[in-house]
């Protein structure tokens, strides 16, 4: 696969929230969102890459300056998902 030939969008939020079973991740773009659900393994894998690339980033070009505020609660919770089948 050729990722420089993907097409691309500038993800303007990411909210994560989680069960015991899974993570979620909603990426909004405009009025418009995906969500995706991961194993939790696949999420510290994805929680280790990101802060991989991140340090290589500040490597290169210097320290991102930013502030996390965690406690954001997810507008996708697992308990609204299992209870919408009917």
């Not at 990411?14 to 069960?19: F, T």
């Not at 995906?34 to 070009?61: D, I």
Request: charged residues 20%; aromatic residues 8%; negative net charge.
């Amino acid at each position: 696969m050729d990722f420089n030939k993907i097409p691309k969008q500038f993800c303007e939020n990411v909210v994560a929230g989680h069960s015991q079973e899974n993570f979620v991740l909603l990426m909004s773009v405009g009025e418009t969102a995906q969500a995706y659900a991961l194993s939790p393994q696949h999420m510290k894998r994805l929680a280790q890459s990101l802060a991989h690339q991140v340090e290589e980033y500040e490597k290169s070009f210097g320290v991102i300056n930013t502030k996390w505020s965690p406690g954001i609660e997810s507008p996708i919770q697992s308990k609204d998902i299992k209870g919408s089948g009917g």
